[in-house]
């Protein structure tokens, strides 16, 4: 009964929502389409808005592909396009929550050192990796960590047994950023075990995005979760209004422990992602476990975002795990967390897979969810196949999103036409993150290959140098490869109706 009530609660919230965006946009049409007809000289000053509205969009500083989109819109409905430009960005103010980023990243920065420098022992090793490390350490702020076992978790289900096992050594902190929640089977044991640690007198934070779980959580979960013992954080909560900063979203998946054990990839905590239930057919995902040094950086990562709030102080000495001594874990190759952030102008997940592309010699093997991408990533894929790497991309043969599919299946022909060999998992969704190359790099994360994770979203991820998780990324793509079938250039449109469509949705994929 109490189930079916917060149900109700839930579909009246959203009913709302949807209706008052509904709303806004009827009134925007009516205010600015009544005039029109009345007041021919208001239609002037609107298409002079528009004209001023693309000069300004050529002019900033942001992908081509965003800026395409926006003159085409303007350019299809110019009377209101300039005004919705307008009234998607006059209503947002990035500037407080720079601020906001500014001041926490100062705080945690001189904390990622704290381990020590090993950047030199990393060149030492193989200095073809100078390049991608230095630029991740001296330019982003996330340096290079030895002391750090790493383990690749290949499916949704061996993640849950690990994390379960680890957080029940946990003795003074357990800390929980994720995109999406959802109560069922793999939530529920996750917020009992968690409470029963908060009993213990443990450190217990969760911070969740509060549209990825829009759907997911009644309204008042985090009173829940406070009530039994958790802290918790709703990043970004949605309002109903026009906003370009609705869309930046925490895109995140960490679990940080002690600051000695660290998790992140692209599992959330659902049901669907342990395969308790199916949604798109068999759900494939990846995740990573850290043990050692670079465990405390996915730790600061989770405190950067969790101090955006304004009355969090905290004190990173009682948090940092080797006060006493040096961290004894065995190097296992070389470890670089790294994040990305929509708020600045850096698009270090972007940078981090063409760093990988450019560089690779013999292969590059990638899986995502989602392949929508700019000039910059096609040109790189492209590229690297063209000269004789061997490129394979995995992505879905289900799909979440039908318009996303489609719109992914629209880059084939490119890709392929090129060389690089694309494959759709066949027994369902894939929705890991991985690129491996060369027997020596690999990263797995949260970022997509699509505009959202790459330019709009707050994502994380783990670059592996030499470790053994860069062998097992790679058997784990080949192992998927033989229940995934390829696509050839016949597949990509069968016909000029479905060819036109791709087109016509590649124009909005900034969007999508």
Known sequence: ????????VVFRRRVFVIATLLAQIVFYFFLIAVPRIFFQHLNWALNVLSIVVCINVLNKKEKSAYKITWIFLILLIPIFGGALYLIFYSQSNPRK??????????????WFSR??????????????????????????GFPVYAHTQTTYLASGEAFFKKILEEMEKAEHYIFLEFFILRQGIMLDPVIDLLEKKAREGLDIRIMYDDLGCFMSLP?????????????????????????????????????????????TGGINLADEYINAFERFGHWKDAA????????????????????????????????????????????????QPYADSPIDDENVGEHVYIQIINKAKDYVYINTPYLVVDDNLLS??????????????????????????????????????????????SSGFNHSKTFVSDDQVATVGTTNLDFRSLYLHFEC????????????VKEDFLNTIPVSHQITLADCARNAAQRILQDVLRIFAPLM
């Open 1 to 8: 009964m109490k189930s079916k009530r917060w149900v109700r």
């Open 288 to 335: 990573i476990m850290l043990s050692g040094e670079a465990a405390w950086s996915l730790t600061l990562i989770f405190l950067q975002m969790w101090n955006l709030h304004p009355k969090s102080v905290e004190d990173f000495d009682t948090l940092y795990p080797w006060k006493d001594g040096p961290c004894t874990v065995k190097s296992d190759g070389f470890v």
């Open 380 to 425: 790189a894929l492209t590229l690297a196949a063209k000269s004789g790497v061997d490129v394979r991309i995995i992505t879905p043969h289900r799909w979440d999103k039908k318009i996303v599919a489609i719109t992914s299946r629209s880059y084939y022909r490119q890709l392929i036409s090129a060389g690089v060999k694309v494959y759709e998992y």
């Open 461 to 472: 991820g783990v670059l592996v140098y030499e470790s053994r998780a860069v062998q097992a």
């Open 97 to 110: 929550l720079k601020r906001l980023i500014k001041k926490s990243n100062g705080q945690s920065k001189p």
């Open 219 to 263: 309204p008042n979960y985090r009173q829940h979760l406070e009530r039994r013992g958790i802290k918790c954080i709703v990043f970004n909560k949605f309002r109903p209004i026009l906003s370009s900063l609705q869309n930046n979203r925490d895109h995140r998946k960490i679990i940080a422990i002690d600051g000695k054990v660290a998790f």
């Open 115 to 140: 381990p020590g420098d090993r950047l030199s022992a990393l060149i030492e090793a193989n200095r073809d990796f100078l390049p991608q490390a230095h630029y991740l350490q001296e330019y982003a």
